[in-house]
């Protein structure tokens, strides 16, 4: 087996009496897709900034490629690989869609010159919003937002994608969009590990699922087994809208693996 490309080996982190991770450790492989579930507070978001640099665990390292990163900051991280999007877009309102994926490829995917327009225009063209480049960020809407946070992730050339929640808030066909370019992401080469609550998002794309809770693991392994584990459901089928969303993918609680 290839060597891991992200290691987390006891990783802990809290704030205050708040635990976001709890001695936690995880392995994702070249080419991995993997999923992250779980409810509100579970530590999922805390991981994803251990992950890319926003956050500092307490204890425990993060290795990309067999190499130490754990002290490393987010530019750092981005320049070794590490794309990362957000649940609330971040883009610079006052700049264009086009220099918005610019600078990402510049600073991110250490590109210049010709090499950083090249790139910026084709990352906008895979996430379907080449059309908006000359207009100012600030004025896109909810769908168009999320493409330019995943196009600004892609452009800087990650080889480790994180997708935070990309699909909230979107319709059916917008999500379906949506998993058509995470889809094309994942066969450029990128490992995956993807936040979402729109499940029928996540298993159309990802083959492995990791349930968090309480800062732990509960569940790793193949979606339709993860989902049918009792302790999941426990803790992640509280909601109509869950429900809703598992039955939608077709994995129905009470349903055998």
Not at 102 to 123: E, N
Not at 163 to 180: F, H, I, N, R, Y
């Amino acid at each position: 087996m290839a060597a891991p490309l992200l290691e987390l080996h006891g990783i802990s982190k809290r704030f205050g009496q708040v635990v976001v991770a709890d001695d936690l450790s995880l392995d994702v492989q070249p080419g991995d897709a993997l999923g992250i579930v779980g409810p509100n507070g579970a530590g999922k978001t805390s991981l994803f900034g251990i992950v890319s640099g926003d956050l500092t665990p307490d204890t425990g390292q993060v290795r990309l490629g067999g190499n130490p990163i754990t002290h490393l900051d987010a530019a750092a991280r981005s320049r070794l690989g590490i794309g990362r999007t957000y649940q609330v877009p971040r883009p610079f309102e006052g700049m264009t869609v086009f220099e918005n994926a610019l600078i990402a490829a510049q600073q991110g995917g250490a590109t210049r010159g010709r090499a950083s327009h090249q790139l910026a225009a084709d990352v906008l063209a895979d996430t379907g919003i080449l059309a908006e480049a000359n207009r100012p960020a600030g004025q896109l809407g909810l769908l168009q937002r999320k493409r330019l946070e995943l196009a600004r992730a892609l452009a800087t050339r990650p080889r480790l994608l994180l997708l935070d929640e990309v699909a909230g808030g979107l319709t059916d066909p917008e999500v379906a969009q949506l998993v058509a370019i995470v889809q094309r992401a994942r066969a450029s080469g990128a490992a995956i590990i993807w936040i979402e609550h729109v499940v029928r998002a996540l298993v159309a794309v990802v083959d492995r699922l990791v349930c968090l809770a309480g800062g732990r693991i509960i569940g790793d392994g193949v979606p339709s087994v993860v989902l049918a584990n009792p302790a999941v459901r426990e803790v992640f089928l509280g909601t109509e809208a869950t429900a809703e969303s598992f039955a939608a993918a077709g994995l129905v609680a009470g349903a055998g693996s």
